[in-house]
């Protein structure tokens, strides 16, 4: 199966055509190249887990910062609100 969209042509299996021009006379000929892509699977949660929790404790300490302290009721620091309070939310 040839994926005309992206420019990378793929079996449909997972598996990745490659283009062979140097070793292969024929232009059109590909050859199937496996990918092992097991440890980012591996550690996928991992890998998004730390900057979730890293940034939603932050945005949440912002918040009960602001919240808390008067003096830092400005618009400047309000702006920063809104954005801690959008990154939570999405």
Known sequence: MDNKNTGYPH???GKFLFHDALENEDEN???EVDHDHGFFKQYQVTVYAFPFIFGTTGNVILLIIIICNKDMRTVQIMYILNLAIRDIIF
């Open 29 to 31: 000929e590909y050859k």
């Open 11 to 13: 079996s449909g299996t």
